[in-house]
């Protein structure tokens, strides 16, 4: 059915303008784009925007994956599905439902022999994927499961044939996804219509940062219907009747006779800190709620944070890139504190949120995977569209922050699990003060960030940049690989890389302090954020690592990965200098870079921007440009500040069309990795020709301009930080291949300038932009984008 719903999509243009102009953003998102070979939690349709309760198909999340971070979950192009798992973050995932028609069996059973197990084949065109909903029937067993979401209940309703062995299979106790291996697990029934319990996890990202931490999954299930009986067992022992079970392995299936076209409903009320709180969640949220009456409620939440920005225009293919993105966005990251505020601290207790004068809780707790490279994308996004759920954001950091006294850039229920080993939350939380969000601790999340940039005394890793004493010390990180893939208070094998990103980083908290009055600070940081220039080698004009002791390092081969650079090249990285681009710009030599940056981009669209067609997260990681990964997602917008701005949008406008794809496999890339919306997020920014390659770091941010994709573009801003009501963007003389700004004008003015301030947004306001099929060498030069020093 998916299929069928994008071919009607894709040919909207023949049902005529009255047809297109009645589809709402939330009809152009498919949840499926993408979905060959991604992360646990991309897929997960039937939820709210950044709520607890993520629920999707499953075709391989019983695999679980060997380093905690391999794609599994749900494929596009798979046949089968092995269960609906309520629980999809980073590093966590689980208590997963399958009803089954027939002999119980015990294991899943692989892809390539379904039968073996009691996963079933589905068909696509059963299979419905929306924002807030899904739906599919279980070929070889004739049910129809159904998938829908409160903010922290899932919805699961079964549509069962007539059959005396109609089953609920509750799969609590094993691996899913990137949740670790189990250490425990507990199911138990009421004996009328209750099934409640919990899952205790080891994430391999827990262990390797935290050893000895866990992750807890708690639920509270209501069933419509009492099953006749109950039979517990472990994964591949024996079955046997009784109302409770307890260890890892530990599954349950509830037993019915059903009618033809039967249903049975099951809402699970979830939490990661107890069952009582799990129950609380469900009586709160869902007690008398039908699963009708839910799935209108998440619509109607999908149809009003998707309509924020509306596009007109352009053609429906980018419309559902754009709309997808987005939904991307909203989905990333999910809550974990509870409906009373209750959430899981680092050190495995239990706190609680303060609360306001209404008795609710001042504000969410979420779990997060990395913001390596987020605030190219995501917090440039929310400033200008979601500003109420990132004020929630840095609130929510500063929860670990005072528990255990370190940010963490990447947190799995307030355990640390970072994914790349650094820590770039000081920009995000620079990004949200100097956007004019004030909804959160400023003084502490200042401090927080300080020692951030700078502390080195007792710092854990999981809070990473375990090298930024060598930083502060000597400017830059040495070379030093007695790690493997590690860092240490030595050095790193990612020296170059984390020297780059702790001066950005460094940049970012300067600025912070200057608003702030903070002089001695502003100068020390400020002095710090030149250390890349201490690894800019002369002669070839490129960052290059040094080793302990000063040297440059030899056999050096700008394409080479993994040797100083993490994720990424010298190629690449040379240009990850986003705070003060004009410094490197200079050193280079302006044609040089320009001439250099454009012939990076040529040889690049050979491959498709990145890896090619190959299906594999680190595919294009030796090519000089990588749009498949965070470090090279500044690099089209820098055209901006060395006085080609027409080239950012003739190079924007082609990664946004080759690059990114409307089919499971041709979404982001080839099988590349979209982290929690990161990939999304710089398309939806692109699209509307807004970005910023200082990730709102300076003191007055700008947005640099590049070729919008559609006619018009409305931007709904919120008074959390905008005086204004909307922002709009206006385009004549658009098309597929005329995407190059000949003149510009905001509010009736004209602006000679490629870039606008972000205060000048939130005012409100039109900005014009004139297009055409040939550069304008001259328009957008007058000055190059602001930034302060």
């Known amino acids: 059915m998916i299929r069928k719903y994008i071919w009607v999509v894709l040919c909207i243009g023949l049902l005529g303008q009255s047809r297109a102009e009645s589809l709402k953003p939330i009809d152009y998102v498919n949840p499926n784009i993408g979905s060959v070979h991604s992360r646990w939690f991309f897929y997960t349709p039937a939820a709210e925007p950044f709520g607890m309760a993520k629920l999707g198909a499953s075709t391989n999340g019983s695999y679980g994956n060997v380093q905690g971070w391999e794609a599994v979950g749900y494929e596009d192009g798979h046949t089968s599905i092995d269960g609906f798992p309520c629980f999809h973050e980073f590093q966590v995932g689980g208590v997963v439902l399958m009803p089954v028609v027939g002999a119980l069996k015990t294991n899943p059973g692989k892809l390539e022999n379904p039968e073996e197990g009691y996963r079933s084949r589905f068909d696509k065109a059963t299979e419905k994927a929306r924002p807030g909903y899904y739906s599919v029937v279980l070929k070889d067993y004739d049910v129809q499961a159904e998938l829908t979401a409160t903010t922290r209940v899932g919805f699961q309703r079964y549509t069962f044939p007539a059959s005396d062995m109609s089953r609920i299979v509750f799969d609590i106790g094993n691996r899913f996804g990137e949740s670790g291996a189990v250490r425990n697990a507990y199911v138990k029934w009421d004996g009328k219509d209750v099934v409640e319990g919990y899952v205790i996890t080891e994430p391999e990202y827990v262990k390797k940062y935290q050893a000895g931490a866990t992750v807890n999954m708690y639920f509270y299930a209501r069933l419509s219907r009492t099953p006749e009986s109950v039979d517990v067992f472990y994964r591949d022992g024996e079955i046997r009747q009784a109302a409770e079970i307890e260890g890892a392995g530990a599954g349950m299936s509830l037993n019915y006779k059903t009618k033809a076209g039967e249903v049975i409903d099951v809402k699970i009320g979830l939490s990661y800190t107890s069952v009582e709180n799990a129950k609380l969640n469900f009586e709160t949220e869902a007690a008398g709620l039908s699963f009708e009456r839910a799935l209108k409620k998440v619509t109607a939440k999908w149809e009003e944070n998707l309509g924020r920005i509306s596009v007109s225009g352009g053609t429906n293919e980018s419309k559902i890139k754009f709309y997808t993105g987005l939904y991307h966005v909203l989905l990333g990251r999910g809550i974990v504190s509870d409906i009373n505020g209750a959430y899981p601290r680092n050190d495995g207790t239990v706190g609680q949120i303060e609360k ?434």
């Open 356 to 789: 306001d004068r209404h008795g609710n809780p001042k504000h969410n707790h979420y779990n997060t995977d990395a913001v390596w490279g987020a605030y190219w994308n995501l917090t440039p996004l929310w400033a200008l569209a979601f500003p109420e759920y990132y004020n929630d954001f840095i609130s929510s950091q500063l929860l670990v922050y005072e528990d255990a006294g370190w940010l963490g850039d990447g947190i799995a229920c307030s355990k640390y699990v970072s994914g790349v080993g650094t820590n770039m939350m000081s920009i995000a939380f620079a990004g949200a003060y100097q956007s004019g969000l004030r909804g959160f601790d400023v003084e502490k999340a200042y401090q927080a960030a300080l020692k951030n940039e700078l502390g080195s005394e007792g710092r854990i890793e999981g809070a990473g940049k375990m090298d930024v004493n060598q930083f502060v010390k000597l400017g830059y990180v040495p070379y030093e690989n007695s790690y493997h893939f590690g860092t240490h208070p030595g050095g790193s094998t990612f020296s170059a890389s984390h020297t780059l990103e702790y001066s950005f980083s460094a940049y970012a908290v300067s600025q912070w302090a200057k608003a702030l009055g903070k002089q001695e600070d502003y100068l020390r940081l400020k002095e710090l954020s030149k250390g890349w220039e201490k690894l800019f080698d002369p002669e070839c004009k490129m960052i290059r690592p040094r080793v302990v002791g000063g040297a440059f390092i030899d056999k050096f081969d700008p394409l080479e990965s993994w040797r100083g650079f993490q994720e990424g090249n010298a190629m690449q990285y040379t240009f990850f200098v986003p705070q003060d681009p004009q410094s490197l710009i200079r050193k280079v030599g302006k044609d040089e870079f320009n001439n250099r940056l454009d012939s990076i981009f040529t040889v690049a669209r050979q491959t498709i921007f990145g890896g090619g067609k190959v299906v594999n997260a680190f595919s294009g990681l030796q090519s000089p440009y990588n749009h498949g990964n965070q470090p090279s997602l500044h690099i089209s917008w820098l055209f901006n500040f060395s006085g080609k701005p027409y080239l950012t949008q003739k190079w924007t406008r082609l990664i946004c069309d080759e690059f990114y794809g409307v089919s499971g496999e041709h979404g982001y890339g080839y099988g590349q990795d979209e982290d929690q919306g990161q990939l999304g997020a710089w398309y939806v920014m692109t699209a509307m020709g807004l970005f910023d390659v200082q990730g709102g770091a300076t003191v007055h941010p700008t947005y640099q301009l590049g070729s919008p994709l559609f006619d018009r573009i409305e931007i709904r801003l919120s008074p959390v930080n905008a005086s204004g009501r909307k922002f709009v963007i206006e385009t004549t003389g658009n098309g597929p291949d005329a995407y190059y700004v000949q003149s510009a004008s905001l509010n009736g003015k004209d602006l000679d300038n490629c870039w606008i301030y972000r205060e000048d947004i939130y005012k409100g306001g039109v900005l014009k932009l004139k297009m055409g099929r040939q550069p304008a060498e001259t328009w957008g030069v007058k000055e190059p984008p602001y930034y302060a020093q």
